[in-house]
Every structure is written in structure tokens, then in C-alpha cells.
């Protein structure tokens, strides 16, 4: 049932709904049967170095918007010492720090990866100082691989939300977001920023984005994709050709410490992109000349042009917006981009139950249709095929989301052609009843600024 992608229509989106024929338990129990699993089956990935101290703090270096504070390292410690120590080349307590930048003149995008090293501790070798444009626009991701990471420095001079000393739980935050994505909004609709198209992938749909209920877990986004390189002492460097050529050459190599590959922007440029034969958008590297490479805000640009519908929105209980095991009102809508595009043509946020279903009906659907070039392709899971983690990831977002297993649907549509609950399931989802997706490209509206405090998640 998943919508073909060859025709284009007016209206983006629009596509037949019918009320739910099922109770809600109904769709979830036909959606574990397509998937062959359990919603209490869990897929946990935990990086090695786990059980170390989980909770760290990374300090924002002075001027973190301009060149020279792009090239300076953040510090990674412990947030409590008398718990371990925290290290960067530990990958179960990595941090990551990615740096998107937009030539307000030109409209040119490229992105800077500022490295982590441990407090006390010098980079093997010095970052690369970026030749920033006139008036950048500069927008920070991070990323933890631990439970929970403090932002402390100068997070007020680098318009930083996310944790902090007095709101510590979280795995991710943003530096001045909201004024990068406002600033790519703008170069849109002067036609100086041009998002590239999704391209079609093997099974004839639409390229996977963030925003695709296939992809996302109970949550969505949420990792940078940087990588760093790290020495057999423990000292890091950034990941560029020529560190990695010097640092090889020299036999000081260690390891390269990446972030967790579960979560969705890592996933779907690494593992989903190369299984369906998509191409990530790629911009220059400012740190590694002649060499291009993803990033999270790429991805949440073309997400919010070309996502076609149903869009995968965070909903409001998710661990993501978690504080304390307590479900914060912030939590309603926005990403993990801090400042996030808004979607093309607007999308209701906020509704559990809606994303309940769109995972349970359109996720899987999307799952079982790619099966053919999944069920062969590698996962972040060791032992298990992208087929198979991606199953066992949706069952347990489904779980950890708290779904409802019985009762009446709200008035929310749902796709015509739900499951029946009397239907043997097909393993390969029909594409012949429901209209074509669009994704047709229009000019990204003005975002609003988030201030989410983002919990633990895939």
C-alpha cells in the first residue's frame, strides 16, 4: 500500500483517507504481524564502553559562531568525577559536534566539524582554522553517545538550548539553530539556495528522509554524522584525509569514533541510503578540502521540502522530550534541530496516537516493500541484517512510546487500505491502490525557536 511516486500532483500530499475500519490495537496487532515481531521486542545497541560513566559535560569554547572558535576544541569531563572519568575515545561516552554554515550572499551551504578532546588533553593534531563567508550564518548540532551530556562555557555567546547545569538529561542540543534555519528559509525564497530532490529509490518510492515513518523510531533525528579519529593514546583529531594520512603513516592510529549508527541521521545516510541506492546531500568540507560529507541540518532541509505525506513528526510522548521522567509541554512538535524548517504545507505535531499508527501502518509497509534490498544490507547491529534491525527497531519505538494496544481510534484518518484484521498479510505491500506521493519543492517557511531539552533515545 505504500503510494507510487511516478505521477505529481497539485495538492502536496494529498492522498485518499478512509475513518479506521480497526480499533488502534487492531492496526499495531496486523503491523507486528507484517513485521513477524513482538512490540516488546527490543533492539538494544549499546556502543562498547557503555558501562563506563555515562553522564558528561562539554564545554562551548569562546566566540563558538565564528573561524576561531569553530577551531577550537570543545572539552569533554565527567559531570561528576567520582563516578569515572569521561573520554572521547571511549565511543560509549563520545561526544560530537557538527557545524553547518550559510553564505548569506551566495546562498552556499558547506559545514565544519569542530573536534572534542578530553579535558587536559591536546588534539593529535591541531584542527584546521575554516575560512568562513562574509556574515556566515553558523548553525551547531551535538550528539552523545552516553545517557546524558551537560553543555557548560560559552553556550550564552553560541545561542546554545539543550542540556544544561540545570537541565542536564539529554543526548543533544543546538547553538544558534533557529537564525540558520531562518537564514536558509530566506536564501530559498530568494532562489540562492537550492535543496536538491530526493531521488527514487530501488523500490520506486521517494528516497528515505528523517521524516520517513520507515525510518524513524520513537522519536526522530538526533545524531550528527560526524566522525573523529582517535590515537592509540587517546587523543582525537578530526576525521580529514589528511590527519588520517599522517596519523597512518605514523602508525598512531587508533580507531575512528563515530556516533551511535541506531539513530536516524547516522542510519539513514550510512546504512539505508547505500541499501536503496540513494545518494545523501553532500556539501564542501571546510576542515578537509576537496572532500564533501552529510550533516544533520542537510538532512532536515530536504526533509522539510520533499518529506512527502504521512510526515513523521515528534509526538508529544517521547522520550526525547523526556525531564526527569517528566513529560515536558516543549516536547510538543519540534525536533531535535532546535529550530527546525517547518514542514512544507504545515502537518499536525503533537499527536501520539497519529504517529502510533502512521509507524504501525505506513512504517511497515515501508519496511516490508524495501525487505529485497534490506534483508542482505549490513545494520549497526552486528549478527543482524538492515531487514531485521529495522523490524525490531519500530516494535520496540512502538513499546517504548507506551502505543495503545485497544480502543477506538480518535477521529484522525488513517490511509485507505489498512489492514484488515481478517486479511492474511501480504509480505510485500501493494503499491496499486493509493495515489502517487508528491514532492514537489517549495520554499521552506520562517521556523520557530525550540527550546527542548531532549531526553535518552534511539
Given at each position: 500500500?505504500?503510494?507510487?511516486?511516478?505521477?505529481?500532483?497539485?495538492?502536496?500530499?494529498?492522498?485518499?483517507v478512509?475513518?479506521?475500519?480497526?480499533?488502534?490495537?487492531?492496526?499495531l496487532?496486523?503491523?507486528?504481524?507484517?513485521l513477524?515481531?513482538?512490540?516488546?521486542?527490543?533492539?538494544?545497541?549499546?556502543?562498547?564502553?557503555?558501562?563506563?560513566?555515562p553522564?558528561?559535560?562539554?564545554a562551548v569554547?569562546?566566540?563558538?559562531l565564528?573561524a576561531?572558535?569553530l577551531?577550537?576544541?570543545?572539552?569533554?569531563?565527567?559531570?561528576?568525577?567520582?563516578?569515572?572519568?569521561?573520554?572521547?575515545?571511549?565511543?560509549?561516552?563520545?561526544?560530537?559536534?557538527q557545524?553547518?554554515?550559510?553564505?548569506?550572499?551566495?546562498g552556499?551551504?558547506?559545514?565544519?566539524?569542530?573536534?572534542?578532546?578530553?579535558?587536559?588533553s591536546?588534539?593529535?593534531?591541531?584542527?584546521?582554522?575554516?575560512?568562513?563567508?562574509?556574515?556566515a550564518?553558523?548553525?551547531?548540532?551535538?550528539?552523545?553517545?552516553?545517557?546524558?551530556?551537560?553543555?557548560?562555557g560559552?553556550t550564552a555567546?553560541?545561542k546554545c538550548?539543550?542540556?544544561?547545569p540545570?537541565?542536564?538529561?539529554?543526548?543533544?542540543a543546538?547553538c544558534?539553530a533557529?537564525?540558520?534555519?531562518?537564514?536558509?528559509?530566506?536564501?530559498?525564497?530568494?532562489?540562492?539556495?537550492?535543496?536538491?530532490?530526493?531521488?527514487?529509490?530501488?523500490?520506486?518510492?521517494?528516497?528515505?528522509?528523517?521524516?520517513?515513518?520507515?525510518?524513524?523510531?520513537h522519536?526522530?533525528?538526533?545524531?550528527?554524522?560526524?566522525?573523529?579519529?582517535?590515537?592509540?593514546?587517546?587523543?582525537?583529531?578530526?576525521?580529514?584525509?589528511?590527519?588520517?594520512?599522517?596519523?597512518?603513516?605514523?602508525?598512531?592510529?587508533?580507531?575512528?569514533?563515530?556516533?551511535?549508527?541506531?539513530?536516524d541521521?547516522y542510519l539513514?545516510?550510512?546504512?539505508?541510503?547505500?541499501?536503496l541506492?540513494?545518494?545523501?546531500?553532500?556539501?564542501?568540507?571546510?576542515?578537509?578540502?576537496?572532500?564533501?560529507?552529510?550533516?544533520?541540518?542537510?538532512?532536515?532541509?530536504?526533509?522539510?521540502?520533499?518529506?512527502?505525506?504521512?510526515?513523521a513528526?515528534?509526538p508529544?510522548?517521547?522520550?526525547?522530550?523526556?525531564?526527569a521522567?517528566?513529560?515536558?509541554?516543549?516536547t510538543?512538535?519540534?525536533?531535535?534541530?532546535?529550530g527546525?524548517?517547518p514542514?512544507?504545507?504545515?502537518?499536525?505535531?503533537?499527536?501520539?496516537?497519529?504517529?502510533?499508527?502512521?509507524?504501525?501502518?505506513?512504517?511497515?509497509?515501508?519496511?516490508?516493500?524495501?525487505?529485497?534490498?534490506?534483508?542482505?544490507?549490513?545494520?549497526?547491529?552486528?549478527?543482524?541484517?538492515?531487514f531485521?534491525?529495522?523490524?525490531?527497531?519500530?516494535?520496540?519505538?512502538?513499546?517504548?512510546l507506551?502505543?495503545?494496544q485497544?480502543?477506538?481510534?480518535?477521529?484522525?484518518?488513517?490511509?485507505?487500505?489498512?489492514?484488515?484484521?481478517?486479511?492474511?498479510?501480504?509480505?510485500?505491500?501493494?503499491?496499486?491502490?493509493?495515489?502517487s506521493?508528491?514532492?514537489?519543492?517549495?520554499?521552506?517557511?520562517?521556523?520557530s525557536?525550540?527550546?527542548?531539552?531532549?531526553?535518552?533515545?534511539?
Amino acid at each position: 500500500m505504500i503510494r507510487k511516486s511516478g505521477k505529481h500532483h497539485s495538492s502536496a500530499g494529498r492522498r485518499r483517507v478512509t475513518r479506521a475500519s480497526l480499533t488502534f490495537g487492531g492496526i499495531l496487532a496486523v503491523g507486528a504481524s507484517l513485521l513477524s515481531v513482538s512490540f516488546a521486542d527490543t533492539v538494544p545497541v549499546a556502543p562498547p564502553g557503555a558501562r563506563a560513566n555515562p553522564n558528561c559535560t562539554l564545554a562551548v569554547p569562546a566566540d563558538p559562531l565564528t573561524a576561531r572558535g569553530l577551531a577550537a576544541p570543545y572539552t569533554l569531563t565527567a559531570t561528576d568525577p567520582e563516578k569515572g572519568p569521561c573520554r572521547e575515545s571511549n565511543s560509549g561516552q563520545a561526544a560530537f559536534v557538527q557545524a553547518t554554515v550559510l553564505d548569506p550572499a551566495s546562498g552556499a551551504v558547506s559545514v565544519y566539524n569542530p573536534l572534542v578532546v578530553d579535558k587536559g588533553s591536546e588534539p593529535a593534531v591541531s584542527p584546521v582554522v575554516p575560512a568562513l563567508p562574509v556574515d556566515a550564518v553558523v548553525g551547531i548540532w551535538f550528539s552523545f553517545n552516553g545517557a546524558a551530556l551537560k553543555l557548560t562555557g560559552q553556550t550564552a555567546a553560541g545561542k546554545c538550548i539543550g542540556p544544561s547545569p540545570t537541565q542536564p538529561r539529554g543526548q543533544f542540543a543546538s547553538c544558534n539553530a533557529p537564525a540558520f534555519f531562518t537564514a536558509a528559509a530566506s536564501a530559498q525564497h530568494t532562489g540562492r539556495l537550492t535543496v536538491p530532490r530526493l531521488g527514487t529509490a530501488r523500490d520506486g518510492e521517494p528516497c528515505p528522509t528523517v521524516r520517513d515513518t520507515g525510518l524513524v523510531g520513537h522519536d526522530r533525528s538526533g545524531n550528527v554524522t560526524t566522525e573523529y579519529v582517535t590515537t592509540a593514546d587517546g587523543r582525537t583529531a578530526q576525521k580529514t584525509a589528511d590527519n588520517t594520512g599522517r596519523l597512518h603513516s605514523g602508525s598512531l592510529i587508533h580507531a575512528a569514533v563515530a556516533p551511535l549508527a541506531a539513530r536516524d541521521n547516522y542510519l539513514l545516510v550510512h546504512f539505508e541510503d547505500p541499501a536503496l541506492g540513494c545518494t545523501p546531500w553532500t556539501v564542501p568540507d571546510l576542515a578537509d578540502p576537496g572532500n564533501k560529507v552529510t550533516a544533520l541540518a542537510l538532512d532536515e532541509l530536504q526533509a522539510a521540502n520533499f518529506q512527502p505525506s504521512p510526515i513523521a513528526l515528534v509526538p508529544v510522548k517521547s522520550p526525547m522530550g523526556a525531564e526527569a521522567n517528566q513529560q515536558s509541554p516543549a516536547t510538543t512538535g519540534p525536533s531535535p534541530a532546535g529550530g527546525e524548517p517547518p514542514t512544507v504545507g504545515g502537518a499536525a505535531k503533537g499527536d501520539l496516537k497519529a504517529y502510533c499508527m502512521n509507524l504501525a501502518t505506513f512504517g511497515t509497509q515501508r519496511i516490508n516493500l524495501d525487505k529485497e534490498f534490506t534483508v542482505s544490507a549490513p545494520s549497526p547491529q552486528a549478527g543482524r541484517s538492515l531487514f531485521d534491525f529495522l523490524t525490531r527497531r519500530l516494535a520496540a519505538s512502538l513499546t517504548s512510546l507506551g502505543c495503545p494496544q485497544a480502543g477506538a481510534p480518535s477521529p484522525t484518518t488513517v490511509p485507505t487500505g489498512a489492514p484488515s484484521p481478517t486479511a492474511t498479510p501480504a509480505t510485500t505491500p501493494s503499491r496499486t491502490t493509493t495515489p502517487s506521493r508528491t514532492t514537489t519543492p517549495t520554499t521552506v517557511p520562517m521556523p520557530s525557536p525550540s527550546t527542548t531539552v531532549f531526553g535518552n533515545h534511539w
